[in-house]
């Protein structure tokens, strides 16, 4: 009765593909078919460039990137359309489908043993409403079967020192820490930090520094960004 109703609802309002607007057929979801076969894909062997750019300098094993983001690409409008315009179930459904792939491809990601989405500045989730990189998170862990940890690392505004700036200059100069409210979660696990994009990886290094030394850290953004 639910999916007569559904096909009642289609007929006269179709869901449309949110890249070329063509009406979705019973099985797709947000994108068809043709657009998803379509989308700038990060070939396995390239994924070793977006490795390189942490060693040395953190304790991140493994790093993957889903799909290129480029000005003006279907990836900037994917994005732009789970993080200003609510759609938390595309960030679900692109997190599964990275995660079934990567999973059929037996990346090392996939042994990760607890999913940590890096957390937005509380003021910014409550502006927004939700925190894009645990809606990805949702979509991963409904394919690993792992819990995601949304409490033990926080993101806070710097405030030491800023006493005596003035108050513009206290504006400039915010920066944005991690901290590290508890270890007990994440202790000895395979930990894996999850991102909507990875620009110039100062977010995941600055975040992976918290739990540095109490886990063994991989990550995953859906999408690379060209610097
Ligand atoms: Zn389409």
Redesign the pocket.
Known sequence: MKQLWNDIVNLFYPRL?I??S?PLIKGEEQ??L??LARLPYIRYESQQRVDSWFAGKSEIQYARAYLHYEKGSSVQRLIHDLKYHGNKELAYLLGRWAFLRLQAEQSPLCQAEILLPIPLHPKKKRQRGYNQAEWIAKGIASVLSIPIDTTSVVRQVKTDTQTRRHIYERWTNMEEVFTLISDEALKGKRVLLVDDVLTTGATFNSCASVVDGIAEIRLMAFALAQV
């Open positions: 593909c890249l070329c063509r994108i068809c043709h657009c």
